[in-house]
């Protein structure tokens, strides 16, 4: 009985955690991917890049960058105007202006594989083999398989003026570039030094450290096996070392269509008759 | 305060709707469209397959094929499983067996004109080419999404997969037996030729509008709407060649031309015959 009393009031009072349920304003922005696509690092970088004066750490990325999954109506509805969002939903027709971070999903893999045994969502001897089967089957998170949230971002969205596609590798590769995309799209004032200035404050080093120190206050990480971190390799292409063959053979041979429109290396291109039809290729500008 | 509460209590008692926020059972089977698109007469086809002795109609179509939208979340907790329930939503990773119905968009803009009119979301003299403008430009409001953002991000995640149906509203006009044939094997269902035959018969759009002058007010979609104006309309495939504006047939082609032609609609402006998309053609 207090129990649901409890809820009640919870409901009544906005602070049920958010979920899918939370408002949307016409003036938000949202940064959308796939988990373990390097989404953390872009709230570093655009809480750096706006907030240049506050010192962007995971004890305040909840409230910079918001991510609605973890957090009250409440709270989303009291943030100061327009918000920038973090989201790992979806195709949802609500977010009208979104930044749509997409990355291998043979580096996905391997990243979720130790995001779980970190989280304890896996038990510690499940093997990388066994969890790929089921992040082929998009049994992994609540969000679908890797190539319906990209199929369903991608053909509904590519070619909009206020949807921007931005891959994971070309951040890596050219920070300044990317970032420099990404705040134009924001309408921020991208002068080079502050660019720079948001890289260098986001960098994996800098992340390791603050990790290291505020583990404990981010929802992220707390209550999580200390000895995993969460800020790991940071790179791409580390499938090519550490996974199994057959398991990039079968996600090459599941997502062909998607990996081409993506520009990511291809070996064996299976046949499958899908086609992804965008109004034009995405522009990688390489 | 005393509102919030009774909002807080509502929920609690789940006498809300739940709509996208229904809880999805793994046995769930979702009869997916956009609006306008076909999904009555598709709720009343699969339920006089699936429930014969129910005798389907407007007053009772809602209990047999439930609504998310315009059911409660307990009633809907309560339906006898596995349901069948009808669906607006776009992709929804949760829905894991589901037929998509897909109709023609230049002929979806004239029913929900019509649909429009007759639930005075707009007046009688609207004009039609500034409703098919907001159309595609996703200013209807709609929760749905454009029909595009509909249509795309269900058909290409969920395309090759055995537990996805794409039906288009047309077929199953143009050829009923064989378009319902493949709806009754997706559900599992060990009927023949006659029971296909008698769940056409009955689904009849002549019937069907006969059933909305007697029960018009009992059904949630109709209640409360002009009653001057029918919800079953022409019930027919390609009135846009002779109703919709040019301009309007060009601005959907020109925003859709791809998707369409991938669900196999033929585009009459020629120049968005055109692939829009170098390099990522059919591989077939």
Known sequence: MVKQLKFVFKYAFGLDQAGNRFTVYPDDTFLVSYPKSGNTWVRFLLGNLIYPNEEVGFSNINRLVPSPDVLSRRFLKKLPRPRILKSHQPFDTRFKKVVYLVRDPRDVVISEYHFNLKKRYIAPDVSLEQFAERFLAGKTADYGSWWMHTASWISARQGDSDFLLVRYEDLLAYPLRETERIALFLAIDANPERLQLAIDRSSADRMRKLEKQQFSQWTGTKNTRAEIPFVRAAKSGGWKESLPPHIAEQIEASWTPMLELLGYEVRNPAEIKVSIPIKKNPDFGI | ?284
């Open chain 2, 1 to 284: 305060m005393m509102k919030r509460l009774i909002a807080g209590g509502r929920h609690f008692l789940g006498l809300h709707k739940p709509g996208r926020n229904l809880n999805v059972w793994p046995d769930d089977i979702f009869l997916v469209s956009y609006p306008k698109s076909g999904n009555t007469w598709t709720r009343f086809l699969i339920a006089n397959l699936v429930y014969p002795k129910k005798n389907p109609d407007f007053s009772n179509i809602n209990q047999l094929i439930p609504d998310p939208e315009a059911m409660s979340k307990r009633d809907l907790d309560r339906s006898p499983r596995p349901r069948i329930l009808k669906s607006h939503q776009y992709f929804d990773p949760r829905y894991q067996k589901v037929i998509y119905i897909v109709r023609d968009p230049r002929d979806v803009v004239l029913s929900e004109y019509h649909f429009d009119i007759k639930r005075r979301a707009i007046s009688e003299d609207y004009p039609l080419s500034q409703f098919v403008e907001r159309f595609v430009r996703g200013e209807l409001n709609h929760p749905n999404g454009t029909w595009g953002e509909n249509a795309a991000s269900w058909v290409y995640t969920r395309a090759n997969d055995p537990r996805f149906l794409l039906i288009r509203y047309e077929a199953l006009q143009s050829q009923a037996m064989e378009e319902m044939g493949k709806i009754a094997r997706f559900l599992s269902l060990a009927v023949g030729p006659e029971e296909l035959r008698r769940a056409i018969d009955l689904s009849a759009a002549d019937r069907m509008r006969d059933l909305e002058k007697k029960q018009g007010h009992l059904w949630s979609s109709t209640r409360e709407t002009r009653q001057d104006k029918p919800f079953v309309r022409s019930a027919k495939s390609g009135g846009w060649k002779k109703e919709l504006p040019e301009i309007g047939i060009a601005e959907i082609e020109s925003k859709w031309g791809s998707l369409m032609r991938d669900v196999g609609y033929e585009l009459v402006v020629s120049s968005f015959s055109e692939s829009g998309m170098p390099g990522m053609a059919n591989k077939s």
